[in-house]
């Protein structure tokens, strides 16, 4: 496969659903080149089908092989050049109280959440540092500065994943490379059609955001693209956070209904 040439290239992970669809389909909308990695060949094909098909290359991936990902990085780049822009979306949750995570729930939350960016950054860097303006950013979590019970193996591997943002971003910075993160709350996505299923829930969650609804992935694609883009070109090392203003504090009367508490 020949690199179609003045084309821009970006990569993103997690690309078959959610927030990486909609980054997949932000970037193609913006006539960029897409190499969208995922474990979901259904996914990925349903991608392909779309009016953007054309630019997108899908490359069925499973990120919790981890020494896989920097030869796939040095394929993809063979193939299709080097990345413009290069988004690290997949994540992964599992659900355990910390006195019954396993060694495997620890690795795989790590490996998915956390190592698999660094392999590909140690993969595509090298050519990123030919292209001007490269961009890299991390989809880390709200929860990697606000942690939920349950959730161990995620909240410390995402703000992993917010450490190393600061540090690649010292270090790349020299060649031009920035190096953001976004850091999502609760989003309206597939992963979590049962709760978003659930009335009493949603009614209960509403009230913890100032917006009073869920982020939408679209809305996240729009901030993603924003950290690649020019428009964001004297910001790196940051995280921004893109929660409906549940991080900035609570509006007590809406959960306590009391105006004075």
């Known amino acids: 496969m020949k690199p179609m040439r003045g084309t821009l290239l970006s990569v993103?992970?997690?690309?078959?659903?959610?927030?990486?669809?909609?980054?997949?389909?932000?970037?193609?909308?913006?006539?960029?080149?897409?190499?969208?990695?995922?474990?979901?060949?259904?996914?990925?094909?349903?991608?392909?089908?779309?009016?953007?098909g054309p630019q997108i290359s899908p490359y069925v991936t499973d990120l919790n092989d981890v020494p896989?990902?920097?030869?796939?990085?040095?394929?993809?780049?063979?193939?299709?050049?080097?990345?413009?822009?290069?988004?690290?979306?997949?994540?992964?949750?599992?659900?355990?109280?910390?006195t019954e995570t396993t060694d495997e729930q620890w690795a795989k939350s790590l490996n998915v959440n956390l190592l698999a960016a660094a392999a590909l950054i140690r993969g595509f860097v090298p050519a990123m540092k030919t292209v001007k303006c490269a961009a890299i950013v991390n989809v880390s979590s709200r929860n990697a500065l606000s942690s939920s019970p349950r959730?161990?193996?995620?909240?410390?591997?995402?703000?992993?994943?917010?450490?190393?943002?600061?540090?690649?971003?010292?270090?790349?910075?020299?060649?031009?490379?920035?190096?953001?993160a976004i850091l999502p709350g609760f989003i309206a996505t597939p992963i979590h059609k049962k709760l978003l299923s659930d009335r009493r829930f949603m009614k209960?969650?509403?009230r913890l955001i100032p917006l009073n609804r869920f982020g939408t992935a679209e809305e996240m694609a729009h901030v993603i693209f924003f950290l690649a883009s020019d428009q964001a070109g004297f910001i790196t090392g940051q995280g921004i956070v893109a929660d409906g203003?549940?991080?900035?504090?609570?509006?007590?009367?809406?959960?306590?209904?009391?105006?004075?508490?």
């Not at 980054?23 to 953007?52: E, M, Y």
């Not at 959730?151 to 971003?169: E, F, I, P, V, W």
């Not at 504090?249 to 959960?255: A, D, L, V």
């Open 12 to 52: 993103v992970t997690g690309a078959a659903s959610g927030i990486g669809r909609a980054t997949v389909l932000q970037f193609a909308r913006a006539g960029f080149r897409v190499a969208a990695l995922d474990r979901n060949h259904d996914g990925l094909q349903t991608l392909k089908r779309s009016r953007f």
């Open 151 to 180: 959730a161990a193996t995620y909240d410390a591997a995402k703000a992993g994943l917010m450490a190393l943002t600061r540090t690649l971003a010292v270090e790349l910075g020299g060649f031009g490379i920035r190096v953001n």
């Open 68 to 98: 896989t990902l920097t030869p796939l990085a040095h394929q993809i780049v063979a193939e299709l050049g080097p990345p413009r822009a290069l988004v690290n979306n997949a994540g992964i949750c599992l659900y355990a109280d910390i």
């Open 245 to 261: 203003g549940q991080m900035a504090g609570q509006n007590y009367t809406k959960i306590f209904g009391h105006k004075h508490v």
């Open 204 to 206: 209960n969650y509403h």
